[in-house]
């Protein structure tokens, strides 16, 4: 009988186990698959003065995995920058997990073997009918590879990590006059004068070509880069595992023909799957084309002129890609875009002569202090006037005078003066939360940085770029 057992507590405080566990079930399973059996004890990163091993790593990435869908398996399988950033998250996780170890040992924070035990005992899937199985808890543990000293070790270090990383039991309390200024800083209002300048209230005469050449000139249009797809697809209820293994097996047959030198679409037509070619399209233009997810446009636009993807599970069966063509982003000739000109040139003509007039307004105004046919206006941060404006008028001092532009006009805007908020006791008592969560926050990031500071990590890159970039 695990020696840890004998003065259990019944107490239930072990609810964190169930990951672990989740884990232990399906991760470890993931990481034999991964990984090809264990690796050697290998130290990959130095936090402090503690070593994490390519082992925590690697069962760190397992449980990861675990906790994700098979697609999102494959996409970091099968691309290089999605797998370094899973990679960095990994090692961002395991490295955290050791500072704060680091921080429960030098706070002298000792876990019993009674906390261990009362923990153990409260786990489900140790229990029969309610109560401890002993032979269940060394089941679990032998057929999960789990030793029961190594288990006890993993439990007694997360809960040390929980000593340490508990939250706070009180929120920090904000001040009153913070949340006073605050409130009246959000929900104070403004009164504004202001006229409007649109661009459309000045005409224009009709440009000729050297005109839209010197404007062509000034405002050079790049059409962007665009590629030419063609695909297989094997369509295949992905639900089901009859039908996913069946399509899997066609697109199979499909890249044995592709391998072997023949073209998508014989190999396509020979096994019965569906082949497509899609017109030009841009990295952000719409294909419309159900099955060209934004993910495999982002595939398709790392992809070499001539390449071949290897199978893409999509949502609705299988596909397997060959980009056809490149075409590099290039300048536009002046006769393809000259009609689109036209509308460009005449709005920049009217927005000059606009301004010419906002400005004009504005300097009599700041001469002679008052003008007349101005429209007023109570504003607040969110409504009341287009949005260029209602920032103007709250990021400048009162008694300032400007011209905002928004897309199809100038303002002459007046800031007039301020006006305290009535107090809403609702919306005062949200915004105390609010601030009182960014403090916590605060206080959270600023024990990282301290943590960063007193336990500096040191990646050991030979070992990461053998083992985990390899």
Do not use: C
């Amino acid at each position: 009988m695990l020696e840890y057992l004998r003065n259990a507590s019944e107490k239930p405080l072990a609810k964190f186990l169930i990951a672990i566990l989740a884990f232990s079930f399906i991760g470890w399973g993931v990481a034999e698959w991964i990984f090809g059996g264990g690796v050697s004890e290998t130290n990959l990163v130095r936090v402090g003065d503690a070593d994490v091993t390519v082992n925590q790593f690697n069962n760190q990435k397992s449980q990861s995995l675990a906790a994700m869908t098979r697609e999102q398996q494959r996409a970091i399988y099968t691309d290089a920058a999605t797998m370094k950033n899973f990679n960095n998250r990994v090692m961002n996780s395991v490295t955290g997990q050791q500072k704060i170890q680091n921080r429960a040992r030098d706070l002298g924070f000792v876990v019993s073997d009674h906390r261990v035990a009362r923990e153990i005992r409260q786990v489900s899937a140790f229990q029969e009918n309610g109560q401890f199985s002993e032979e269940r808890f060394d089941s679990v543990l032998s057929s999960n590879g789990w030793s029961e000293a190594a288990f006890a070790a993993m439990l007694r270090d997360e809960i040390a990590r929980s000593m340490v990383s508990v939250p706070m039991a009180e929120q920090v309390k904000v001040p009153e006059f913070a949340v006073d200024a605050s409130y009246n800083a959000r929900y104070a209002t403004r009164e504004i004068d202001y006229k409007v300048i649109k661009f459309d209230d000045f005409k224009v005469n009709a440009p000729t070509d050297d005109m839209l050449q010197t404007y062509y000139a000034q405002h050079p249009q790049t059409l962007p880069e665009t590629r030419r797809v063609s695909y297989v697809f094997v369509s295949a209820d992905m639900s089901k595992p009859d039908s996913y293994d069946e399509g899997m097996e066609r697109m199979q047959k499909v890249e044995d023909e592709i391998i072997g030198g023949d073209t998508l679409e014989n190999a396509a037509k020979k096994h019965g799957a569906k082949f497509v070619q899609l017109k030009d399209f841009a990295r952000n233009g719409a294909t419309n084309d159900a099955n060209i997810t934004p993910a495999i446009v982002a595939q398709i636009f790392g992809m070499e002129e001539g390449a071949d993807s290897e199978t893409i599970e999509g949502a609705k069966g299988f596909i397997i890609m060959h980009l056809d063509k490149i075409n590099p982003a290039h300048s536009a000739e002046f006769n393809s875009v000259k009609s689109t000109l036209v509308p460009e040139w005449t709005k920049a003509e009217k927005r000059k002569q606009a301004y010419e007039k906002a400005n004009s307004i504005l300097v009599d105004l700041n001469k002679d202090k008052k003008w007349t046919g101005a429209t007023t206006k109570s504003v607040t941060r969110t409504e009341g006037a287009p949005v260029a404006v209602l920032s103007d008028a709250f990021n400048n001092p009162v008694g300032t005078n400007k011209i905002v532009e928004t897309p199809d006009a100038f303002y002459v805007l007046s800031v007039k003066s301020v006006k305290a908020p009535n107090v809403d006791k609702e919306k005062k008592d949200k915004l105390r939360k609010e601030m009182e969560g960014t403090v916590m926050y605060q206080i959270q990031a600023d024990y990282d940085k301290f943590l960063e500071r007193e336990y500096p990590v040191k990646v050991n890159q030979k070992v990461y770029n053998r083992f985990i970039e390899k």
